[in-house]
């Protein structure tokens, strides 16, 4: 059970009630009210990222910066300023007359929104230490506070070494964009007691120390063992510092960045060190900017924590390269650059939660970087220095289009909309002109399962077409193109019944994963075979060999959907509301097959018997691999598909088998793969939470174009109270509060503007009276109760 910590309790108060003669400052006082989540001693030895949009850092709980990482081996640890690195780490240590001492094995690490602590309690006898760190926002540089508080009252002397390593080094794919690494060199800055390292053969710098007058040694630690790989350099600092017998004292760390000049980074070093408190208090009202959009309040605590923290995971993602651009990365700590898929999914989550801003630069530069491709064709991904590694799967293109749909139904802005009509236009035709060689509307290629020879007809393209094409028919029809609206809607209903035809396989009760020929089908049974046979899935062989055994009496060439990974993307009919109701129930009851405690199998064979009471850390292979993976995304998507076809309570059991990953591992955060695998925080988690409790259980349709907001709740059973607030429609904000009893409902509905529409619309289910802010009103004929409400504040009370 993770401890949440308001941070002016024990050790705040200790320090408050020691500080008399106390000579330094420090920033105790600008977090003492906030929130903080401890993480479990078994995690340690697991990562934590300090965020901020420019720079990050990322190391272990512990203290300790260790090599890890996959995407750049061992490289995507410690401390980053796209698209550069500048450092691997730092050590931290104490010489009393007690011994010398390394801060390398904290006792406890705290998460807080916008920064992070540990705690120090027994590494150096009668002194507590505590490591404080933030990034401001739009600085390339950090900060790092240690705070050496005296816990038995003898007057001290010490000396406190600290101790950096360079590694200034090119991003992934830096070699591609003539970035090439060179050995470090070290010089020391007089005027500023930091040392500047410098690359050799580029403008590449870093500086780190302190405001105060320092010993320095171009050395490794005398205290810490500590030697990370690369062409970096090491720098030490040290310093002499007092500890009053009841008193604390500080000493601050500045670490900055430049990738274009000497001058940038002691600029940027200079900013540091004279507006430290400044930074701290704006991006603390960032966060709170940030937790205040959206702002859930529901009996299940556990759920509504993870809901806000999601929201600054969110943010910890924001990646911004002025040369290129601003927009959301993946995933901590090995895809921290820009994707056009994730981005597909977690923008919608961004825009439901108040990020306009977010969103728009995230889509603008996702659609620069696509103009590479100079066909509508949208990018997979890309490293910050620019490089594009994936032009685009298949999916990308069509999920770009119900992206911005999707947006502009939240904003009404039509301008938004011109911008970007014509890439979805050309990418509609490129996606369909380029890429259905048998013009059956089914695009061939990689969707969001990339399995090796697995890029036939998928479901996922298909789904994600079908709706796109449903999308770009409304975006026709406001830019008052008539003609090329009805066809893109014609293709949308003959996408909608060949799905429901072609991809159905009734003796699965499901959707295919794919439509391909019998012998591209064998071909992928046998590959499927011995991978369930090497996770020791006897009940998966079975299945495939069944499935083999009957596919061999095909004829070769014959082509049909085939079951096979029971992939997580066949529920995909199911997100967009695709599949035929019938069809939809029978296949989300098979999906509820491939699931563990903690959500959605990525590939169902995966499963096994025992994968329900599976509750632990997740084992993954020595090299990094998803298989056998439970993921976020997945969980999402299917929670997403039960509501959609009326199923809230279903959806609200996968919300909370993802919610078993929150703090997990990282206190604060959830990991991509379930519960402690993969990146230690995940983008689209947003979409897997903010779609269905906004959109869904809240029942928030926007049509802000015409300034209608359409509100259907749908609320689990369990949730007896609720309350959404400060949620951003257009120029409109609404805040909701539902009331949910066996003797009625209520819901007072709020918005700012009064020439905006709400229509609420639920099931009658038993109701036998209604009123709207104390009048009563009549029901009609059909199954629903439609009401239209144009007041500021506005009541809704249904009686059983």
Not at 218 to 246: A, F, H, M, V
Not at 778 to 794: A, H, M, T, V, Y
Request: proline share 4%; aromatic share 12%.
């Amino acid at each position: 059970m993770r401890k949440i910590y308001f941070l002016n309790l024990f050790f705040i108060l200790l320090v408050s009630a020691c500080r008399k003669e106390s000579v330094d400052s420090d920033f105790t006082s600008f977090i003492q009210d906030v929130k903080g989540l401890s993480g479990k001693p078994d995690y340690l030895s697991s990562p934590f990222v300090t965020a901020g949009d420019r720079v990050y850092m990322v190391g272990h709980q512990d203290g300790s910066f260790p090599d890890l990482g996959w995407h750049v081996p061992g490289e995507m640890g410690g401390i980053w300023n796209h698209p550069i690195k500048l450092m691997d780490g730092f050590t931290a240590a104490l010489m009393t007359k007690e011994g010398a001492f390394c801060l390398d094995k904290a006792d406890e690490f705290i998460n807080l929104p916008f920064a992070n602590l540990q705690e120090f309690k027994n590494s150096v006898p009668g002194i507590h230490i505590q490591r404080f760190q933030f990034v401001p926002e739009g600085q390339e540089g950090m900060v790092i506070e240690f705070l050496f508080t005296n816990t038995d009252k003898s007057k001290k002397s010490f000396e406190f070494e600290f101790t950096g390593h360079t590694e200034l080094m090119p991003v992934w794919l830096g070699e591609e964009a003539g970035m090439i690494d060179h050995i470090d060199q070290l010089f020391y800055d007089d005027s500023r007691n930091a040392w500047r390292g410098e690359d050799d053969g580029n403008d590449w710098y870093v500086l780190f120390g302190s405001d105060q007058k320092a010993q320095k040694s171009e050395d490794t630690s005398i205290i810490c063992n500590y030697t990370p790989q690369g062409n970096g350099k090491t720098g030490r600092l040290t310093y002499e510092l007092t500890l009053p017998e009841n008193g604390s004292t500080s000493i601050r760390i500045f670490i900055a960045g430049s990738y274009l000049n000497q001058n940038e980074v002691e600029k940027n070093f200079d900013l540091l060190v004279n507006q430290a408190e400044n930074f701290l208090q704006e991006k603390r009202k960032h966060y709170e900017q940030i937790a205040s959009m959206a702002r859930l309040s529901i009996d299940d605590k556990e759920l509504q924590t993870a809901f806000e923290w999601v929201k600054y995971n969110t943010e910890w993602l924001v990646r911004e390269v002025p040369e290129i651009g601003r927009g959301l990365g993946a995933g901590m700590p090995d895809y921290p650059w820009w994707f056009g898929v994730d981005n597909e999914y977690t923008l919608k989550g961004a825009i439901a939660t108040g990020r306009k801003d977010l969103v728009y630069q995230t889509i603008e530069l996702i659609h620069n970087l696509s103009k590479a491709n100079k066909n509508g064709r949208i990018i997979h991904e890309v490293s910050t220095n620019g490089i594009i590694f994936n032009p685009g799967n298949i999916n990308e293109t069509p999920q770009f289009a119900s992206l911005i749909w999707w947006v502009y139904q939240w904003t009404g802005d039509k301008e938004f909309l011109s911008k970007y009509y014509p890439t979805i236009m050309e990418g509609l035709k490129w996606l369909m002109e380029e890429n259905d060689k048998d013009n059956n509307l089914f695009p061939d290629g990689y969707g969001m399962m990339e399995i090796h020879g697995l890029e036939s007809e998928m479901i996922d393209v298909a789904a994600y077409t079908q709706k796109a094409f449903e999308d770009a028919g409304k975006m026709a029809l406001v830019m008052g193109d008539q003609e090329l609206s009805e066809s893109y809607q014609q293709k949308a209903e003959w996408l909608k019944e060949k799905i429901n035809n072609d991809f159905w396989v009734e003796e699965f009760n499901s959707f295919a994963d794919f439509i391909g020929t019998t012998s591209e089908a064998l071909h992928l049974i046998d590959a499927a075979i011995i991978r369930a046979d090497t996770l020791n899935k006897p009940w998966a062989v079975e299945e495939l060999k069944t499935t083999k055994k009957k596919l061999s009496t095909y004829p070769e060439n014959q082509k049909q959907g085939f079951v096979i990974f029971h992939n997580w993307v066949v529920n995909t009919p199911m997100e967009m509301k695709i599949a035929d109701p019938e069809k939809a129930i029978k296949a989300l009851d098979k999906a509820n097959r491939f699931v563990n405690p903690f959500g959605v199998f990525v590939t169902g064979i995966d499963r096994d018997q025992s994968s329900e009471n599976d509750d632990g850390s997740f084992s993954g292979s020595k090299v990094f691999s998803y298989t056998g993976a439970v993921m976020t995304l997945p969980t999402g998507v299917q929670a997403i598909a039960e509501n959609n076809y009326g199923r809230p309570d279903e959806a609200l059991e996968y919300l909370k088998r993802m919610t078993r990953s929150f703090s997990f591992a990282l206190p604060g955060s959830i990991y991509e793969v379930s519960p402690d695998y993969g990146m230690m925080t995940q983008a689209w988690n947003l979409y897997a939470y903010a779609v269905p409790i906004i959109t869904q259980f809240f029942g928030i349709q926007p049509e802000a174009y015409s300034k209608v907001i359409h509100i259907q709740p749908m609320l689990p059973k369990s949730w007896q109270n609720s309350k959404l607030e400060n949620v951003h429609v257009g120029d409109n904000i609404i805040d909701l509060s539902y009331a949910n009893s066996e003797a009625g409902f209520t819901a007072q509905i709020n918005q700012i503007r009064d020439d905006w529409k709400i229509h609420f619309k639920i099931p009658k289910k038993g109701f036998t009276q209604a009123s709207i802010n104390g009048n009563i009103v009549e029901f009609g004929e059909d199954d629903w109760i439609e009401i239209f409400l144009n007041e500021k504040s506005n009541k809704v009370e249904l009686i059983k």
